[in-house]
């Protein structure tokens, strides 16, 4: 059974001979009642506070909970992504390697072709040196033979110059045969 300040305040007892002085009991029933009145609100105020504190502890327990699942989340999200960021990573070596190895392969193909090309040129290079030199040596001898055609006749025709000296038309329709004979003369040009 509870006791409260009430029950203290109205508490009957017997009443003997000697018993004690009524006023001085009662007085110390009121104080012993308010003194336990105080107690039960303190009691109470203090039931208030715990019952408060208990739900901000659940509260925060609630947020630490809350924060730990996050944290959890937060983890395995960053592992997940270095990983995924590790196989990109592989992945984006690998294709440049790939790529790499492609231009490596274009250009040998290339070299490979201007070597080809830059014979192909050599040989043409030759192949005209061979044949203009064939052509110089062809036309040389051609000079030779005309400038050696050319003073036979330049004597020839200042001998007949000396007979025809009187008639100058003669000497006109002499030279004019010259050049004709030295054209006659002139061998067939090689085709290049």
């Known amino acids: 059974m509870r006791i409260t300040p009430l029950d203290i305040r109205k ?41 408060l504190l208990q739900e901000r502890i659940d509260t925060y327990e609630k947020i630490e909970k809350t924060l730990n699942e996050t944290l959890i989340t937060a983890q395995r999200a960053t592992d997940e992504a270095k990983l995924n960021a590790q196989k990109e990573a592989e992945l984006i070596i690998k294709d440049a390697q790939i790529r790499a190895n492609k231009y490596e392969d274009r250009s040998r193909q290339k070299v490979n072709e201007l070597d080809s090309d830059l014979m192909s040129l050599r040989t043409q290079r030759d192949s005209f040196l061979v044949r203009f030199k064939s052509m110089l040596r062809d036309q040389l001898s051609l000079l030779d033979v005309i400038s050696g055609s050319i003073k036979d006749k330049d004597e020839d025709s200042k001998k007949s110059a000396g007979k025809n000296s009187n008639n100058p038309s003669n000497m006109i329709r002499d030279e004019s045969v010259i050049e004709d004979e030295t054209m006659d003369e002139v061998p067939p040009q090689p085709v290049v």
């Open 11 to 51: 508490q009957p007892f017997r009443k003997t001979v000697m018993g004690f002085d009524r006023d001085e009991v009662n007085s110390f029933l009121e104080m012993v009642a308010n003194e336990f009145e105080q107690i039960i609100k303190q009691n109470d105020e203090l039931a208030t506070n715990v019952k």
